[in-house]
């Protein structure tokens, strides 16, 4: 059965990194556009990065721009998340999702229909 898994959360000091990882199984994820959202209790879930199926290309929400790097390994059918410089206002629930649609951005990525989740991973900044 098709599914992402994520991994790589967890508790860490503000200005600490984590690197989240999204991993593929029953579906090649170079065939798919990517996004990473978050959500905290309460609160609508935000898209902070996304990775186009097309050219690779990767966009960023201003709230993580220059701190939040997204990168794919294809030979790992894995998408990662690279957290620099974390804040208190990171802390939340952290998912991947995947849509077979070839170009995607920060603007375009709420709306779209996304073939599959992850079950979502708590990140947690705190001194």
């Known amino acids: 059965q098709a599914h992402l898994v994520e991994s790589g959360g967890g508790l860490v000091q503000p200005g600490g990194s984590l690197r989240l990882s999204c991993a593929a199984s029953?579906?090649?994820?170079?065939?798919?556009?990517i996004g990473w959202f978050r959500q905290v209790p309460g609160k609508e879930r935000e898209g902070i990065s996304c990775i186009s199926r097309s050219d690779g290309s990767t966009d960023y929400a201003d709230s993580v721009k220059g701190r939040f790097t997204m990168s794919r390994d294809n030979a790992k059918n894995t998408v990662y998340l690279q957290m620099n410089s974390l804040k208190l206002e990171d802390t939340a629930v952290y998912y991947c999702?995947?849509?077979?649609?070839?170009?995607?951005?920060?603007?375009?990525?709420?709306?779209?229909?996304?073939?599959?989740w992850g079950q979502g991973i708590q990140v947690t900044v705190s001194s």
């Open positions: 999702a995947a849509v077979a649609i070839s170009k995607i951005t920060i603007a375009t990525m709420r709306l779209l229909p996304y073939d599959y």
């Open positions: 029953g579906f090649t994820l170079d065939s798919y556009g």
